[in-house]
């Protein structure tokens, strides 16, 4: 079963490493955990109005914390690294 287009970007991450690889033209988006290499790129065509070269995934297995003293679990999560021609951009809020 395919998951709709609209659901399978869920946020663009936004940390320090991913805002410095914007200026290659490299965006990074958490993505639904089925989703596949060519549902992000259709998602990111229909919604950005832009066409991938490439688009890479990436799944962060969960971790075990200890904050003060109390235990508990990062939830794991799937990235999707979207790489763009030069001259394209993809405006995020």
Do not use: W
Not at 20 to 46: G, L, M
Not at 62 to 71: L, M, N, W
């Amino acid at each position: 079963m395919k998951p709709h287009l609209a659901s399978v970007l869920l946020r663009p991450r936004i940390t320090e490493k991913a805002t410095r690889s914007v200026e290659s033209s490299v965006y990074v988006f958490e993505i639904a955990p089925k989703a596949n290499k060519k549902d992000v790129a259709q998602a990111v065509k229909e919604q950005y109005k832009v066409t991938p070269v490439k688009v890479t995934t990436v799944t962060t297995p969960a971790k075990r914390t200890v904050v003060r003293g109390k235990r508990g679990t990062k939830a794991s999560f799937k990235k999707a690294y979207i790489y763009l021609k030069k001259g394209d951009k993809i405006e995020i809020v």
